[in-house]
């Protein structure tokens, strides 16, 4: 079994807009913040943070409430964006948004990237409960073919999606 949740409606439905792999276990889909989410102590064996963490504005009690999650010998999977500087296209994208005038979103794409350093997320690990057994860099390639429909609609399922609306189509 596996429990998926985000504060996102939005991004739920990406979520479960996707087809099931076969063979792969049923998916339980929450709209739910970490802090509110239903989540029993000790009852799951992983948790996995895909591209979330740098978001929280606190991530150490983020943390601190999915090792409460976590069965004494469970483990915890993150994922994070490197440096701005190490993606090219992050800094053209910024560079954009100012010439359109459009600053207010920049500062989510730093976001994005706030947590890149590693003795800093190992801090944090720790802070939440943690223990870090291996840090590893993947240079990840997106699967398929991407277009400029698919990231205004991700960023419709964030913070920014009001801001996004307001922009003519």
């Not at 049923?26 to 895909?50: H, K, R, V, W």
């Not at 601190?64 to 500087?85: C, D, F, M, T």
């Not at 590693?118 to 073919?145: C, M, N, S, Y």
Request: hydrophobic fraction near 45%.
């Amino acid at each position: 079994q596996v429990t998926a949740f985000d504060e996102s409606d939005t991004m739920l439905a990406i979520a479960r807009s996707r087809p099931a792999e076969p063979g792969a276990a049923p998916i339980d889909y929450m709209q739910s913040t970490i802090e509110d989410a239903n989540l029993p102590a000790g009852t799951f064996d992983a948790a996995f943070c895909q591209q979330a963490l740098q978001f929280f504005d606190k991530p150490e009690q983020a943390l601190k409430r999915i090792r409460q999650a976590l069965k004494p010998a469970g483990r915890l999977y993150v994922a994070l964006w490197g440096s701005e500087e190490e993606h090219p296209l992050t800094i053209a994208m910024q560079r954009a948004l100012l010439e359109c005038g459009l600053n207010d979103f920049t500062g989510f794409l730093t976001k994005v990237h706030r947590l890149h350093n590693p003795a800093l997320v190992t801090g944090i690990l720790r802070q939440g409960g943690f223990v870090v057994e291996r840090h590893q860099v993947f240079d990840i390639v997106p699967d398929g073919t991407w277009h400029a429909s698919d990231g205004r609609k991700l960023l419709g399922a964030t913070p920014l999606a009001a801001k996004l609306a307001a922009l003519p189509a």
